[in-house]
């Protein structure tokens, strides 16, 4: 059963715009919230985090969203850059277990 | 830099054959690390959780006899393939989280992929 879900497999956005990837979660004990970015080959990279009892977390161009009543958590990428280009999970964290989304593939165009 | 480095990155065997895939956490002690399998287009999907001392926790459906896990120190997890097959053929990432870094941060290696001939 899959407790963090994906549903765009990809985005492709323009050098310059927003990059807004998604994320949904079944499990209403989950405590904290992670993004990774994975490139091809390579392990993933942690980017950012939100814990459970805020709603907004912001980092540079990224920021995270986070709305527990909807069970929905975002990743804000603004202004998007080619070197953005990766997969990103989203993970979310109960006790010692971290259960990952399928992955959204970015596409920046230049 | 990395914290934490896993070898090889890639490995091509025989079927029939054992791989070894080592996990190392370079500047921190771990006590748990955990390790990933990750079919193309597909998630991180647990296998099993490597506790130092002790048994490793395997995920239900990973086969604790094909898939050894060894954690001998606080730095140092292993995970042997056994008797590999071409459906072994994956991409295994070995993952430790820093306690001291804030407790929410998995540190991943680099990653292997396994390809099974």
Partial sequence: DQQVKQNSPSLSVQEGRISILNCDYTNSMFDYFLWYKKYPAEGPTFLISISSIKDKNEDGRFTVFLNKSAKHLSLHIVPSQPGDSAVYFCAALTGNQFYFGTGTSLTVIP | ?117
């Fill in chain 2, 1 to 117: 830099g990395a914290v934490v480095s896993q070898h090889p990155s890639r490995v091509i065997c025989k079927s029939g054959t054992s791989v070894k895939i080592e996990c190392r956490s370079l500047d921190f002690q771990a006590t748990t690390m955990f390790w990933y399998r990750q079919f193309p287009k597909q998630s991180l999907m647990l296998m099993a959780t490597s506790n130092e001392g002790s048994k490793a926790t395997y995920e239900q459906g990973v086969e604790k006899d094909k898939f050894l896990i060894n954690h001998a120190s606080l730095t140092l997890s292993t995970l042997t393939v056994t008797s590999a097959h071409p459906e072994d053929s994956s991409f295994y990432i070995c993952s430790a989280r820093d306690h001291n870094r804030g407790y929410e941060k998995l540190f991943f290696g680099s990653g292997t992929q396994l390809s099974v001939l």
